[in-house]
Nanobody, 126 residues
C-alpha cells in the first residue's frame, strides 16, 4: 500500500519561496507517476505538476516558470520548489500517485482511489 506524507507548507509573503516535500513509501508502482495538486477554499482541485518515471513533466499554466517538480529516488521523496509565490497560490497542497494513467494533470485528481497524502497548507499574503 502506498503512503504519501507531505511537509514544507507555511505562510509567506508574495514573491517568496517554499519547497514542499512528499515522502513516498509502499508499492514500487508509486514510482511510475507522482505529482502535486492543490485545492483552495471553495474551489475545485487543480493539478499543479506531475513527473513520470521516464521524466515526463507537466505543469499547470498558472505555475509554469515559477514551480519546479523533482524527485530524489534514493530518498523516495518528491519535491515542489515554488518561487515567486502569489496570493492565488494559497491552497492545501497534496501529493498523489496515480496508478494507471500519467499523461495530463487531470490524472492527479480524477481517480479518488489513487493514493494521496493528507496535504500541507500554503498561505501567501499580499
Amino acid at each position: 500500500q502506498v503512503q504519501l506524507v507531505e511537509s514544507g507548507g507555511g505562510s509567506v509573503q508574495a514573491g517568496g519561496s517554499l519547497r514542499l516535500s512528499c515522502v513516498v513509501s509502499g508499492s514500487t508502482n508509486s514510482r511510475f507517476c507522482v505529482g502535486w495538486f492543490r485545492q483552495a477554499p471553495g474551489k475545485e482541485r487543480e493539478g499543479v505538476a506531475l513527473i513520470r518515471s521516464d521524466d515526463l513533466r507537466r505543469y499547470a499554466d498558472s505555475v509554469k516558470g515559477r514551480f519546479t517538480i523533482s524527485r530524489d529516488g534514493a530518498k523516495n521523496t518528491l519535491y515542489l520548489q515554488m518561487n515567486n509565490l502569489k496570493p492565488e497560490d494559497t491552497a492545501m497542497y497534496y501529493c498523489a500517485a496515480p496508478q494507471r494513467y500519467c499523461y495530463v494533470l487531470a490524472n492527479l485528481v480524477t481517480n479518488p482511489l489513487d493514493p494521496r497524502g493528507q496535504g500541507t497548507l500554503v498561505n501567501v499574503s499580499s
